[in-house]
């Protein structure tokens, strides 16, 4: 199954958490710099973590320059929508 949905990013954080809604999105802080793609790479691995896949079967669609983006994660269906909700809740 394939999940899509949009973020929101906050990168230069203090630490990297993901949880909690900002604006409707799932909010995502990051501790990488918003600068060479690396705050992108750092919210892969961040909502990977939190869904329990790969940092491989998280895609960025939308939104590579921007803190809103929109996201694809590859996962198990039993758990997704459940997953995503626990998680905006915070």
Do not use: W, Y
């Not at 203090?14 to 802080?29: E, F, N, S, Y």
């Not at 710099?33 to 079967?57: I, L, M, Q, T, Y």
């Amino acid at each position: 199954m394939t999940l899509a949905f949009d973020i929101h990013v906050r990168p230069g954080a203090k630490r990297t958490a993901v949880g909690g809604a900002h604006d409707g999105a799932l909010a995502v802080a990051v501790t990488a710099p918003p600068a060479d793609g690396k705050a992108n790479e750092a919210v892969c691995v961040a909502v990977a973590a939190a869904f329990g896949v790969r940092a491989s079967a998280v895609e960025i669609v939308r939104g590579h320059t921007s803190r809103r983006k929109h996201v694809r994660v590859k996962l198990d269906e039993t758990h997704a929508q459940a997953r995503l909700a626990e998680l905006l809740t915070g």
